[in-house]
């Protein structure tokens, strides 16, 4: 396909689309998109999320936005010609920076022809504005990079692609997890065209007041925990808080969720700087709980806990039989890599997405393997029945798995509760000195 057809959709890159997305909702326990934007309504635009968790921020604005989008690296990782080709196969184009050398920058030319290109051909552009990822719920400096690369855009357009800028705020309950629920926010895109005028007149101050103009939409829709002292208290104390209040597994509910944990992340940031004794109180109630329920998720100490837990994960254990099959199959697929790149990879936020390419290479191998030797050995209708059931089969397993650690942690939660009365008292401590801090606004 290569960068000159980047924004073409073809059969080769549907199928990998298809693999990557089935593969990318299996990691996650929950995944949900709130104020995902009308198709019909779009009109072409460059998506800015924050970046906490290497490749799957990508993954999670690709699969949110269901469409094909086509992405902005550094340009060094284009060296190599193999490498160069995948990329731009995976819709991925080369933006040079002066480091890379003051002559490099001539080729960006050719890099904003292309997003004019894919732009008017209504397809979305993405661009991680803080530049790397750092793994916590806190909004960093923004690069410019961003609106430089949409002023030019715009410009090579003759000032008629009327390019839209739409802040996205990706969250993650925990970064190294099958349990963790993802979720994906997309923001009221505004527009470039009013800064145009200034852009010619003072370059320099349009690109400060867009990118200023951005990150004040994304604190509208970003968990941000300011305090590096007390991040982790305020993250548990907010999640907590959160879990307690609402409940649900629909939209909706996640999104009510959601702004509850922003609103409760500023409060604590508010109290932070106060450091009045109810929030060293808060602190202490929290650091207790975090130190004696490690390994819990938020999510699960977040609830009351209920004897029904331990009803929950022994009726959960009726289910196994019927994970047997798929176990076999896969297993070993799902947990060698677990076990692999936990030892290799220190870098927690880049575990998953080494992961999740492996899982992507050796399911694509596998399920091709098993299709070629199906289709030869056996009639097409016997093949294809087969085929698909041994892909369910992977599933229903993973999926049976999942909740029977989900059920065991609850229990786990109830008995350590029992055992220790003291830390039901810190967690509604908790609860309720962030809702003394909410009400304090």
Not at 99 to 113: A, I, P, V, W
Not at 407 to 426: G, N, T
Request: overall charge positive; charged content about 20%; aromatic content about 12%.
């Amino acid at each position: 396909m290569g960068k000159r057809k980047i924004e073409k959709y073809t059969f080769p890159y549907w199928i990998t689309y298809q693999i990557a997305k089935a593969i990318h909702n299996l990691i996650y326990r929950e995944f949900y998109v709130i104020n995902r934007p009308q198709k019909k309504q779009e009109k072409p635009s460059i998506i800015t999320p924050n970046h906490q968790n290497a490749l799957m921020d990508a993954m999670a604005v690709l699969f949110a936005k269901n469409e094909p989008l086509v992405f902005l690296a550094r340009s060094d990782i284009f060296k190599q010609k193999a490498v160069a080709s995948i990329l731009y196969f995976l819709k991925i184009l080369p933006v040079y920076r002066i480091r890379d050398g003051f002559d490099s920058l001539k080729n960006n030319q050719e890099t904003f022809d292309h997003t004019v290109r894919v732009l008017s051909n209504k397809r979305g552009l993405v661009i991680l504005p803080e530049g790397n990822h750092y793994g916590a719920k806190r909004l960093r400096p923004l690069k410019k990079g961003f609106a430089r690369i949409a002023f030019m855009t715009e410009i090579n357009g003759d000032e008629k692609v009327d390019l839209q800028i739409v802040p996205t705020a990706i969250d993650y309950t925990a970064y190294d997890t099958f349990f963790s629920r993802l979720t994906v926010v997309f923001g009221e895109p505004f527009p470039l065209k009013p800064y145009m005028e200034a852009y010619k007149n003072n370059s320099q101050k349009a690109l400060n007041n867009i990118t200023q103009q951005l990150r004040k939409s994304l604190e509208e829709h970003i968990i941000h925990i300011e305090s590096e002292k007390y991040y982790e208290a305020c993250l548990l104390a907010s999640a907590v808080y959160t879990e307690n209040k609402h409940s649900g597994n629909n939209t909706e509910a996640q999104k009510a969720r959601f702004y509850s944990q922003r609103d409760a992340a500023n409060a604590l940031n508010k109290a932070a700087i106060a450091d009045s004794n109810d929030f060293n109180q808060l602190v202490e109630s929290a650091e207790l709980l975090g130190q004696k329920t490690q390994g819990l998720p938020h999510e699960i100490l977040g609830k009351k806990p209920s004897a029904m837990s331990i009803v929950g994960a022994l009726l959960s254990f009726i289910l196994v039989p019927l994970a047997i099959p798929g176990t076999i199959i896969y297993g070993a697929l799902w947990y060698w890599p677990i076990v692999f790149v936990n030892k290799k990879i220190k870098d927690v936020q880049f575990r998953t997405s080494f992961r999740y390419v492996l899982y992507i290479v050796q399911f694509f191998l596998l399920l091709l393997g098993i299709f070629i030797y199906l289709f030869s050995a056996h009639p097409p209708k016997t093949a294809l029945i087969v085929f698909i059931m041994t892909i369910l089969s992977g599933v229903l397993s993973l999926k049976i798995w999942r909740l029977v650690y989900w059920y065991y942690l609850k229990a786990k939660w109830f008995i350590k509760s029992v055992k220790k009365p003291e830390l039901l008292k810190a967690r509604n401590i908790v609860i309720e000195k962030v809702e003394s801090f909410i009400g304090e606004g």
